[in-house]
């Protein structure tokens, strides 16, 4: 479905599973070109070690490059079906502070699905997404590889 970005950033707020588990889509970039995403730290994201839960910190990474690439395309007037193929995660320090990151959709990188998807109609690639805190720590690292086709 081919949504506007503010309905979309105000959808993800809202999704339950991200809305749950205190995941705050702060921004996203005209032509969905990026987003901001914001993993606060509360009582009801702690483990026993009193850190962000690692799954709560997996669900901040999983929906936005496979999203943001889905509208890119739709909104160019293709059929397509997006999704995440796989991911991991590599959790490098306990995340006992409100953690975020930021991801990029270049040029380049639209243009290589593109010409994937009209060449062989299939577009597969994974890109990583670092985890910071606040003061430029860094956290975690996500691969995340997503699966476009065209229908």
């Given at each position: 479905m081919k949504v506007s970005k503010n309905t979309l950033k105000w959808g993800m707020r809202l999704y339950p599973p991200l809305l749950l588990q205190r995941i705050w889509i702060r921004n996203i970039d005209?032509?969905?070109?990026?987003?901001?995403?914001?993993?606060?730290?509360?009582?009801?994201?702690?483990?026993?070690?009193?850190?962000?839960?690692?799954?709560?910190?997996?669900?901040?990474?999983?929906?936005?490059?496979?999203?943001?690439?889905?509208q890119i395309f739709k909104h160019k007037g293709y059929n397509i079906s997006v999704w995440l193929k796989s991911a991991s995660i590599h959790f490098l320090?306990?995340?006992?502070?409100?953690?975020?990151?930021?991801?990029?959709?270049?040029?380049?990188?639209?243009?290589?699905?593109?010409?994937?998807?009209?060449?062989?109609?299939?577009?597969?690639?994974?890109?990583?997404?670092e985890i910071y805190s606040k003061s430029g720590d860094l956290y975690a690292v996500a691969k995340n590889e997503i699966y476009i086709r065209k229908k």
């Open positions: 005209p032509g969905f070109r990026g987003a901001d995403v914001k993993i606060n730290r509360s009582l009801i994201t702690l483990n026993f070690g009193k850190a962000i839960f690692g799954g709560t910190i997996y669900t901040a990474t999983d929906p936005f490059y496979a999203m943001l690439f889905g320090r306990p995340g006992r502070n409100d953690l975020h990151y930021r991801i990029s959709i270049t040029d380049e990188m639209i243009d290589e699905a593109e010409e994937a998807l009209n060449k062989h109609g299939v577009f597969v690639k994974s890109y990583s997404i």
